[in-house]
DNA sequence: ACATTAACCCACA
DNA sequence: TGTGGGTTAATGT
């Protein structure tokens, strides 16, 4: 039977020769399993003994605060997802749901750890991400405070074109309600802004298509707010 | 908050 | 297999 952990990114990506034992330690252990976009991957709350890799898709990752889901942030394969929630806790810190179809790979925490001792690039690798996570984050969150909705907006219609989709035209796979919640505003802020978008001829949208036609004036306001 | 539209499910032909 | 009705979620103002 073959190894579909052989050409699998979580491995590759890594720049990081794995042992063939390691390999087949990954192989005996994983469950692959597809999501249809939605469909909730990991609930807070929740037990959970396995570490993740999302090899297709794109997820929102999301927590509930005290008084509604606030979406922290979205991710595309090929990632691990809930290092942090199934290393530091037992239990799910965060959800994370598939915005499109997706592919993920659970592996048992166990032969994970065991990975990360065995091999030290592997372990690097990993807490190289962990940091570039963390320092995502802090600047993310000084930026989200402290802007305007038109530049949170902009900066969330960048992040799509420039790091998830890496096009100017694209499907939103939020809802508009969504982003409310991952920008801090409500949906109506959000709709009056995307119209004055199209105003200003800086997007074109059609439903959830977008396309960017100016992206210049776009980054004019995220960087003044 | 309200009106309109799109998406979805189900019964029925 | 296709169509109308009824329901719900998303959108626009």
């Given at each position: 039977?073959?190894?579909?952990?052989?050409?699998?990114?979580?491995?590759?990506?890594?720049?990081?020769?794995?042992?063939?034992?390691?390999?087949?330690?990954?192989?005996?252990?994983?469950?692959?399993?597809?999501?249809?976009?939605?469909?909730s991957?990991?609930?807070?709350?929740?037990?959970?003994?396995?570490?993740?890799?999302?090899?297709?898709?794109?997820?929102?990752?999301?927590?509930?605060?005290?008084?509604r889901?606030?979406?922290?942030?979205?991710?595309?394969?090929?990632?691990?997802?809930?290092?942090?929630?199934?290393?530091?806790?037992?239990?799910?810190?965060?959800?994370?749901?598939?915005?499109?179809?997706?592919?993920?790979?659970f592996?048992?925490?166990?032969?994970?750890?065991?990975?990360?001792?065995?091999?030290?690039?592997?372990?690097s690798?990993i807490?190289?991400?962990?940091?570039?996570?963390?320092?995502?984050?802090?600047?993310?969150?000084?930026?989200?405070?402290?802007?305007?909705?038109?530049?949170?907006?902009?900066?969330?219609?960048?992040?799509?074109?420039?790091?998830?989709?890496?096009?100017?035209?694209?499907?939103?796979?939020?809802?508009?309600?969504?982003?409310?919640?991952?920008?801090?505003?409500?949906?109506?802020?959000?709709?009056?802004?995307?119209?004055?978008?199209?105003?200003?001829?800086?997007i074109?949208?059609?439903?959830?298509?977008?396309?960017i036609?100016d992206?210049?004036?776009?980054?004019?306001?995220?960087?003044?707010?």
């Open positions: 039977m073959r190894n579909e952990c052989i050409d699998c990114e979580c491995v590759l990506r890594s720049s990081v020769e794995l042992k063939d034992c390691q390999i087949e330690m990954l192989g005996g252990h994983h469950a692959l399993v597809k999501f249809r976009k939605g469909d991957i990991i609930k807070q709350g929740v037990f959970s003994t396995n570490v993740i890799f999302l090899r297709k898709g794109m997820e929102k990752v999301h927590i509930s605060g005290p008084s889901e606030q979406i922290v942030r979205l991710v595309k394969a090929p990632t691990y997802l809930g290092l942090p929630t199934t290393f530091g806790d037992k239990i799910n810190q965060y959800s994370v749901t598939a915005v499109l179809d997706s592919e993920v790979c592996i048992d925490l166990g032969v994970f750890k065991k990975l990360l001792g065995e091999n030290r690039e592997f372990s690798y807490l190289m991400e962990l940091c570039k996570s963390e320092l995502e984050a802090y600047r993310r969150c000084a930026s989200r405070t402290q802007k305007q909705m038109r530049g949170n907006l902009a900066d969330v219609l960048l992040e799509f074109s420039e790091n998830l989709f890496e096009t100017d035209q694209f499907t939103l796979p939020l809802s508009q309600s969504d982003i409310g919640n991952w920008v801090d505003a409500g949906r109506e802020s959000i709709n009056r802004a995307l119209s004055e978008f199209i105003q200003d001829g800086i074109e949208m059609t439903g959830r298509k977008v396309k036609t992206k210049k004036l776009l980054r004019t306001i995220s960087q003044n707010g």
